[in-house]
């Protein structure tokens, strides 16, 4: 059934499916709890929006058939957390690819997960903007509304301003916006780091392998920005972990290695935990009963083992989370089967808000042949993640 939304808020404030390679981590950590559990239903739309889908052809895909008189209101790749228990989530490039994405709108939409009902409402939303032509080449649209065939954001994070910055794929760069959704600078490129999508060419990175994760640090100053791939030259299955300094608008130089379980692997977010260490969500690149690899782990940049590379402890299993009592209706153990699972944040010391990407209307890890709704949950870790007073009180 189609669900569109009454939206009165202004906002202040596929993956190709490889074949898993299994890697058992060398200490299972203690199970993770699911506590709550909340979904929006993948047939959502923002009301009185634009067309969308016109690329997708007219076949149904997972029962659904395109184009869309509306924008789907889908594809949550980052979050942030607001202080009334709203979250502001970015929708990324679309459709997966910039050939198929031009009419796809890229935006931020406010969330309010109602744990009591299940439901996730949408409550408000902007869409990304660039009026004073900062974007360095053409856009798609002559009002410089950005699309998923302009920009590819991934992931994102809130300065205390209330601006946010978001950490781009096809580039890959780093964008900031106003509270109204507008760029507010030019895009900052990586340095030596091109993509497939990027007009200089000399891509050393793969396709929809940039910035997939973005966490401000503590004390506000820095922002970590996680490649999703491996730059070529380096060690196979080692992303950089690349420090921006934002008063000066650049990043330092300074990069850390984190290193996947296998080289098939990918992440898809990252949060800041305190100045050294981060949660970082790793997967494989399957779903429904194929999945065998979704995980978050703790990494800390002091490399304790001195091998060059962030240490590395899971903290959570997402396939195999304990519910003893059946929260939001589940089995137990309850499982989050996504391709993509693409937001993370910290709610308290124990507590972590986890949603995937849904790849509206590709993905079907829930149940085979329906489009994945995007699920919202929150787990508590069976230990305390110890966490700078600062990342917990952050709105």
Known sequence: MRRTLAVGLTLLTVTAL???TTAAPATRPKQATLTNFASLPAETYLPGSEPSGAALGTSPINGITPPFADQPIQGFSGLVRNSDGTFDVISDNGYGTKANSADWLLRINRIAPNFKTGEVDVVGGITLTDPHGHIPFPLTRPDRVITGADIDIESVTRTADGTYWMGDEFGPYLLHFDRAGRLMAPPVPLPGVRAPENPAGNPNIGGSKGFEGITLSPDGKTINALLEGTVAGDEPGT???????????????????????????????????????????????????????????????????????LDKTMVADLLNLANPKHVGGQADPFKFPFVTIEGVTILDDRTLAVLNDNNFPSSSGRTPGKPDNDEFITIRLAENLHADPRVLRRR
Do not use: C
Not at 277 to 290: F, N, T, V
């Open 18 to 20: 490889a074949t898993p």
């Open 239 to 309: 992303l950089r972990l690349n420090e921006f300094d934002i008063a000066s608008n650049a990043f330092t130089g300074k990069t850390w290695r984190y290193q996947l379980e296998a080289t098939n692997f990918a992440i898809g977010d990252a949060i800041a935990v305190d100045h050294n260490r981060l949660l970082i969500i790793e997967r494989d690149s399957a779903q429904g009963a194929d999945a065998i690899v979704k995980r978050v782990y703790l990494a800390d940049k002091r490399d304790r083992d001195h091998d060059g590379k």
